[in-house]
T-cell receptor
Framework: NAGVTQTPKFRILKIGQSMTLQCTQD?????MYWYRQDPGMGLKLIYY???????DKGEVPNGYNVSRSTTEDFPLRLELAAPSQTSVYFC??????????FGPGTRLTVL | AQKITQTQPGMFVQEKEAVTLDCTYD???????LFWYKQPSSGEMIFLIY??????QNATEGRYSLNFQKARKSANLVISASQLGDSAMYFC????????????FGIGTKLQVIP
């Protein structure tokens, strides 16, 4: 079991470019989450999903979009990248228990 | 709204000593859960320990224990017999009582273990 995988590991974007951060889990968990972690800070929830076809906004959704067409995949889309979106992005999945399993993160820089 | 407060930006501890990392929380929910995660310099988030609000016993996982004081709304992490590999950022977090169980994180405490 790979758990939660994220690609890419690192990415540099220019202002105004778009990209999709990929997240895949092989645990068959219904709940998935996207967080961002700014330097010296904790994690803030961007979007979450409770199952295929169901997503909702978290604390900091502006500038992002998500989709959940399958249980396994929960991609995060950045449209019109801005320097304020420079951060480390974590995807997580949760099953019936309370623990969230995190992916290794994607470090994004917007210049 | 839920809030997690970690007031210690950095802590030092001698190897083999015990250390307590502080965490206080604020919630109006009766049912909630508290977590601690470790983030080493490599960046991954590692789950350490979980305490449910109705659990009567303090949670323990190996060298980690969670000192849960419900009336004081505190959920301190105690690491016994510190090891050099314990040097990392430590985050306290709380899940809400909703079905989606959204989690709110504190800003973290950086622990450094001194040989």
């Amino acid at each position: 079991n790979a758990g939660v995988t994220q690609t890419p590991k690192f990415r540099i974007l220019k202002i105004g470019q778009s990209m999709t951060l990929q997240c895949t889990q092989d645990m068959n968990h219904n709940y998935m989450y996207w967080y961002r972690q700014d330097p010296g800070m904790g994690l803030k929830l961007i979007y979450y999903s409770v199952g295929a076809g169901i997503t909702d906004k978290g604390e900091v959704p502006n500038g992002y979009n998500v989709s959940r067409s399958t249980t396994e995949d929960f991609p995060l889309r950045l449209e019109l990248a801005a320097p304020s979106q420079t951060s480390v992005y974590f995807c997580a999945a949760r099953g019936a228990g309370s623990e969230q399993f995190f992916g290794p993160g994607t470090r994004l820089t917007v210049l | 709204a839920q809030k997690i407060t970690q007031t210690q930006p950095g802590m030092f501890v001698q190897e083999k000593e015990a250390v307590t990392l502080d965490c206080t929380y604020d919630t109006s929910d009766q049912s909630y859960g508290l977590f601690w995660y470790k983030q080493p310099s490599s960046g991954e988030m590692i789950f350490l320990i979980y305490q449910g609000s109705y659990d009567e016993q303090n949670a323990t996982e190996g060298r980690y224990s969670l000192n849960f004081q419900k009336a004081r709304k505190s959920a301190n992490l105690v690491i016994s017999a510190s090891q050099l590999g314990d040097s990392a950022m430590y985050f306290c977090a709380m899940r809400d009582s909703g079905g989606y169980q959204k989690v709110t994180f504190g800003i973290g405490t950086k622990l450094q273990v001194i040989p």
